[in-house]
């Protein structure tokens, strides 16, 4: 179970990586309207800091993944997107009320215009919107809403997107749970797509580092054929694009995310200072292995 928690923690990470670095991809897959109003020749901002400004503490053992985007439209106007991404694999109480708090804080503070999004990585049910009444004062916000888990497997494979992998990963994430062979056959069929479908070695690199987090095996055996099935692809389409020095890379940085994750949660159960994130990514493997032990885990 407290591998579980570092393995989540982990996740976010990877949809805030793959987010930042398959934007317009993103953008275009589930805001395919607004994707067509967005020039992305004149490029996007995150705004971090602005985000940070107003965001607001996660409820204990939820996680979030917030991004706030700056774009410029095709018409000359520039407008601000909320995308506020819900990863934890079950339902949070009070989302709706999470998104509408975004949403009046950043338009109190910055007076724009928002677009807000909710990507629902979980068989979710319910209503998403925001409804608030007494005493004959009422609010109502709606907002876009994409649940991965209803989107079908035959028009995410068929889709063009390269994003349409990142869900793929999700919903097989979700179908395999802890199947390590079920989980090896949806990996090895992802990282085939992958290629047929990447465009660039960014977007190849982009789409390894989710697919092979999203769906970790955990198993050297099991590891190392993926990256025997790698080299096979790469030799027969002649596109070296992962290195085996990003393979290892991408594999240590998979463990130690999860190691960060296992120390901060063992510290919260133990009811000791929960170490700040940024301190322990300085820490080595080994180190941070012994930081476990010197707490009891």
């Known amino acids: 179970m407290k591998k579980e928690k570092g393995a989540i923690c982990y996740f976010d990470e990877l949809w805030k990586t793959v987010i930042e670095r398959l934007f317009r991809e993103f953008v275009c897959l589930f805001l395919p309207e607004f994707g067509a109003m967005v020039d992305f020749s004149r490029g996007y901002s995150f705004l971090d800091k602005e985000l940070q400004r107003i965001s607001l503490p996660s409820p204990k053992r939820k996680k979030f993944v917030d991004k706030l985007v700056k774009v ?139 697919i092979d987090g999203a769906l970790g095996l955990h198993d050297k055996v099991l590891d190392a054929k993926i990256m025997e099935e790698i080299e096979q692809i790469e030799e027969e389409c002649t596109m070296p694009y992962v290195t085996s020095v990003e393979k290892l890379g991408i594999e240590k940085g998979i463990e130690k995310g999860e190691l960060i994750g296992d120390v901060r949660f063992a510290q919260l159960r133990k009811g000791l200072p929960v170490s700040d994130k940024k301190g322990l990514e300085k820490l080595s493997i080994d180190e941070l292995n012994n930081k476990l032990k010197e707490i009891g885990e």
Request: aromatic share 16%.
């Open 72 to 210: 410029h439209l095709k018409n000359g106007e520039e407008k601000w997107i909320l995308l506020h991404i819900e990863v934890q694999g079950q339902d949070v109480a009070n989302f709706n009320e999470r998104m509408f708090i975004y949403f009046y804080r950043i338009f109190d503070k910055y007076r724009v215009k928002i677009v807000s999004l909710g990507v629902i990585t979980y068989p979710a049910t319910g209503i998403f919107e925001y409804r608030y009444e007494f005493f004959n004062t009422r609010v109502l916000y709606q907002y876009n809403v994409s649940k991965i888990e209803e989107t079908k497997e035959k028009e995410l494979l068929a889709s063009s997107n390269p994003f349409a992998l990142v869900c793929l990963a999700v919903k097989y994430s979700n179908a395999a749970k802890n199947d390590k062979e079920l989980r090896f056959k949806f990996k090895r069929k992802l990282i085939r797509l992958m290629y047929e479908k990447g465009s660039s070695r960014d977007e190849i690199l982009a789409l390894f580092e989710f």
